[in-house]
């Protein structure tokens, strides 16, 4: 990649051409519920369990040690953990749903080394081709888009504890100062105090924000993936204009890397 910049980049536009004529849109906008309904932002599905509850309820598991006894019964699967952005905690933006803070990823990185073997990808790659049974409990970290942070932030944490990761770059970002659409869109939508985003006049749809936000957000998201680059971020420019939301928005964690960084 170092070598051939440009190759990756033609690599990479490439692999998006191939995704978006093997997209399932259904498949999609549930996949991202699921995603919301567990970690992100409360949707009115999801709000029957508040934060607190949730807390309790992880703290009762952890008391009982119920988890001990899942590693044990999945002892020779492998877990394969994503991650996006790792941010300083005193980060003060609104928040992300691809930006965990740097004290709840060193929690989570001090977890899973008291309980779990860490290998590189490759290293799981290798035993599942070759049909070697992982002994125990088996993981693998790794980060998605190559974010400025994976390296300012994740990397001293992952290098304090000696755990391997793997960060997968999203080439035809690196090197650029471009924002990731779904972060603009995100950052739009969430921090808009209107109540509904009507864009059906651009061939979409009307989407009700406040309590529905996270629904829709995922079901726009899955509407504009389907576009190529040049009309999505016009739809995008459309979008924020309408939800009245400030060009003022941080997005500083949001930096790809350099080639030099990679």
């Not at 988890?67 to 002892?75: A, I, L, M, P, V």
């Not at 400025?148 to 090197?175: D, K, S």
Request: charged fraction near 25%.
């Amino acid at each position: 990649i170092r070598r051939h910049p440009d190759e990756a980049q033609r690599i990479g536009r490439q692999g998006g051409i191939d995704a978006r004529k093997q997209f399932n849109l259904r498949e999609t906008i549930q996949q991202y519920m699921d995603v919301f309904d567990q970690v992100a932002h409360p949707t009115p599905k999801a709000k029957v369990m508040t934060p607190r509850v949730k807390q309790s309820a992880y703290s009762v598991i952890c008391q009982t040690k119920f988890d001990g006894w899942f590693r044990g019964r999945h002892r020779d699967r492998l877990v394969i953990l994503g991650y996006h952005g790792i941010v300083p905690d005193q980060w003060n933006a609104t928040p992300s749903w691809l930006m965990l803070r740097a004290s709840d990823f060193t929690s989570q990185m001090r977890f899973l080394k008291d309980h779990y073997e860490i290998v590189p990808i490759a290293e799981a790659a290798r035993r599942i081709v070759q049909h070697e049974p992982f002994d125990g409990p088996t993981a693998c970290v790794t980060l998605d888009d190559g974010y400025l942070n994976n390296m300012t932030v994740a990397a001293p944490i992952l290098e304090r504890m000696a755990i391997p990761a793997t960060i997968y770059l999203a080439t035809g970002m690196i090197g650029t100062d471009q924002i990731h659409w779904t972060a603009r869109l995100e950052q739009a939508m969430f921090r808009s105090a209107r109540a509904m985003l009507d864009v059906s006049d651009l061939g979409l749809r009307r989407y009700p924000l406040g309590p529905h936000t996270a629904s829709s957000f995922v079901r726009l998201v899955a509407r504009l993936y389907r576009l190529t680059e040049e009309p999505r971020q016009r739809i995008l420019t459309v979008i924020q204009t309408r939800l009245g939301t400030s060009p003022l928005v941080d997005f500083s964690q949001f930096q790809m890397m350099s080639w030099d960084d990679v």
